[in-house]
């Protein structure tokens, strides 16, 4: 798929159509250095990239907040986009010199509720409903697999921080190596069909260490096994010291019915508190994967249902059939990681009538020793054991805690090593060895054909800090600054489309690339005649200051808009003016 036109309009009419074509494609900011100085540099050419990107599935809160500060917003460019209903339309199509190509067009506004727009071909879709259809038509059923759709098409749109300083780290600063892993293997065309369970497992096993952590705060398990032992041996000496008493049978029945109590008592609470922790700490991470998920209206969706059933009467689909689709994918994500909560819920219900049983009792036992009276001496010996029965109770459970945390640690471990016994078998290894050779063919040629160097692609077994291993990809680069790095991420995208075309795997034939004045202006014009080649089939859209522009490529015929200070992207200054 390549980019065919960009559309900005609002309840005042057309704001700017930009019409894309093959090869370089320029968006210039014109304004003079000198003026740069004085007014910056915010005139919209970024920005059209995130309206690329923001027609693509990312949040429209990106167009109007501040990257590195997310709490600061431009309310001038949030207040237009939405008191004017601004109307974002991108469309796609398989071949930009086909009178008949296939094409998407998709449309997105940044309202909400029933004014909400979010159109595929004129369709409105909800937010799973939209992702799935751009996956699934560009990778067939491969919605709700990971790599996400987004993860696939990261290195095709570079504007961000960590997309424009990094080759092959395009997401965000919190993905993990595994997540990594499996993007690359996947983009390379290694099958790998484990890679949800992998990263569940990994998921699991973080749960698990961090509870482990949690329960080892204070103490390790060898040293609560040495202070139960300890304990344990005290006790025997205060039961002892108890039993030279001559006191009456049933007052030594009681207190040693008493003390029994306590025990169980004191073990149940603790119990009852390390179920809760658990517990907590695996609702915790179903919330994190919930707080990534859209949040449905479900009063609105079932108007808009109703209004789509007033227009068009023979909808098979019922209102529940909306919702349960809705819920599935959030469902199945959290589904993993949730198991055991009812069967934690169920044990802590239990523990906690079985609590109440032993207060009434511990209540009724300690309400008949108090007519029988007792020595002072006595009093404190019980004191005493009550105490270091409770502290028994806590150790007792804390060891058992951190033995069960090992136990599933271990199954986890089990089941991870499966897969690795595959991932990390010689023969697996050579097929991401023969992938990757066949990608350095043309990386290497790409980056040959721009820097007279030859950067290739190279994977490495690690073991991550928490004792998993990952395959960790990299490119040689022996030159760090900034420029030089621009042209390396220029050549492996550019390469990464030559070697999926000629592996046919299904990629989008785009490019888009910010700041690209940070590269010398040999390579900009390499760039161009390179992907200006016919037989590349490559798209690369740039924002670029026109006075960096070498004389080669000042020219209108790479141009796809012209921005300045008294013509910025939306136009608003113009129309405030007006």
Do not use: W
């Not at 207040?79 to 071949?95: A, G, M, R």
Request: aromatic share 10%; proline share 2%; glycine share 4%.
């Amino acid at each position: 798929m390549f980019l065919k036109y960009l559309r900005i309009e609002n309840n005042d009419g057309l704001i700017r159509h930009i019409k894309f074509h093959a090869g370089l494609n320029l968006i210039v900011d014109e304004t003079p250095s000198e003026e740069k100085n004085l007014t910056g540099n915010n005139v919209g050419k970024t920005t059209v990239l995130m309206l690329i990107d923001f027609c693509l599935g990312a949040s429209p809160k990106g167009i109007y907040t501040d990257p590195e500060n997310k709490k600061n917003e431009d309310l001038n460019v949030k207040n237009f986009l939405i008191n004017t209903e601004v109307l974002v339309t991108l469309t796609l199509t398989s071949d930009l010199n086909a009178l008949y190509a296939e094409e998407i067009i998709i449309e997105r506004n940044f309202l909400a509720k029933k004014k909400l727009v979010r159109r595929i071909n004129g369709q409105q879709k909800t937010e799973d409903e939209f992702e799935a259809y751009l996956t699934n038509q560009l990778f067939p059923e491969h919605y709700g697999k990971k790599p996400t759709f987004g993860q696939i098409i990261s290195h095709n749109i570079r504007y961000k921080e960590i997309g424009v300083t990094n080759t092959l780290k395009t997401l965000n600063a919190y993905t993990r190596d595994d997540e990594y892993e499996t993007l690359y293997l996947f983009l390379l065309g290694c099958d790998f069909n484990s890679g949800d369970t992998k990263q569940e497992l990994f998921s699991r096993i973080r749960i698990e260490t961090n509870f482990k952590a949690r329960l080892e705060s204070k103490q390790t398990r060898s040293a609560y096994e040495a202070s139960l032992s300890i304990l344990i041996k005290e006790i025997d000496v205060l039961n002892q010291r108890r039993a030279s008493f001559q006191i009456n049978q049933n007052f030594e029945l009681d207190l040693k019915r008493l003390d029994d109590v306590r025990y169980q008592i004191n073990l149940t609470r603790s119990q009852i508190s390390r179920l809760r922790l658990r517990n907590n700490l695996i609702t915790e991470a179903t919330h994190d994967v919930r707080a990534n998920s859209f949040a449905v209206d479900l009063n609105e969706l079932k108007n808009l249902y109703g209004e789509v059933l007033s227009h068009l009467g023979d909808i098979t689909k019922s209102f529940e059939d909306l919702v349960a689709f809705h819920n599935k994918m959030i469902e199945e994500k959290v589904r993993y990681i949730s198991k055991d909560v009812p069967k934690l819920s169920a044990e802590i219900a239990t523990r906690s009538e079985e609590l109440n049983r032993l207060l009434d009792e511990e209540k009724s036992i300690t309400e008949r020793l108090s007519k029988s009276g007792s020595f002072k001496e006595l009093e404190e010996i019980i004191l005493s054991l009550n105490e270091k029965h409770q502290k028994r109770g806590e150790f007792e459970t804390i060891i058992e805690q951190i033995s069960a945390v090992e136990r599933n640690l271990k199954t986890l471990h089990e089941d991870l090593d499966k897969i690795d016994g595959f991932l990390f078998s010689g023969e697996f290894e050579a097929k991401i060895q023969e992938k990757l050779n066949k990608f350095n063919e043309f990386f290497s040629a790409v980056s040959d054909e721009l820097y007279s160097e030859k950067y290739a692609l190279k994977f490495d077994p690690v073991t991550t800090k928490t004792g998993q291993r990952v395959y960790k990809f990299s490119a040689f680069n022996t030159n760090f600054s900034s420029g030089k790095k621009q042209g390396e991420i220029t050549c492996f995208d550019i390469a990464y489309t030559l070697f999926a075309d000629d592996q046919k795997i299904p990629c989008y034939h785009f490019l888009l690339n910010d700041k690209k004045e940070l590269m010398h202006d040999n390579q900009l014009a390499k760039i161009a005649r390179l992907v200006n080649d016919k037989d590349r089939h490559i798209q690369f859209v740039a924002s670029i200051l026109r006075d960096k522009l070498p004389p080669e490529l000042n020219k209108e015929e790479f141009f796809i808009v012209r921005l300045s200070q008294n013509e910025k992207l939306f136009k608003i200054e113009q129309k405030i003016a007006q």
